[in-house]
């Protein structure tokens, strides 16, 4: 069974950080692209960064760029990527989904696999 799990949501003020985690399992992980895709109140979702697992090469939307930081690791079987947020605007308020996509495709349309997303709200 295919499980994105994520983790470390909550609130923060303008200018503070969150650092969010995915536990991914149940596929093979180096045959993915991962990240993360935000979706805002009244907004389309947004595809904001991802990592593919076989070379590390990294993705930033424009508007998380110099901002966000993803990485990725592997430890006995167990597959994480870490998204660290560093100084947060309230434009970053959105529920974050951790996602995967076969191969390097990373658009929104598509993704194979969807966690269930965790609320970050940051306060102005």
């Known amino acids: 069974e295919v499980q994105l799990v994520e983790s470390g949501g909550g609130l923060v003020q303008a200018g503070g950080s969150l650092r969010l985690s995915c536990a991914a399992s149940g596929f093979t992980f180096a045959e993915y692209a991962i990240g993360w895709v935000r979706q805002a109140p009244g907004e389309e979702r947004e595809a904001v960064s991802c990592?593919?697992?076989?070379?590390?090469?990294?993705?930033?939307a424009d508007s998380v760029k110099d901002r966000f930081t993803l990485s990725s690791s592997s430890d006995n079987g167990k597959n994480t990527v870490h998204l660290q947020m560093d100084s947060l605007n309230p434009e970053d308020t959105a529920v974050y989904y951790c996602a995967a996509t076969y191969g390097s495709s990373w658009f929104v349309g598509a993704m194979d696999y969807w966690g269930q997303g965790t609320q970050v709200t940051v306060s102005s």
């Open positions: 990592i593919g697992t076989s070379d590390g090469i990294t993705y930033y």
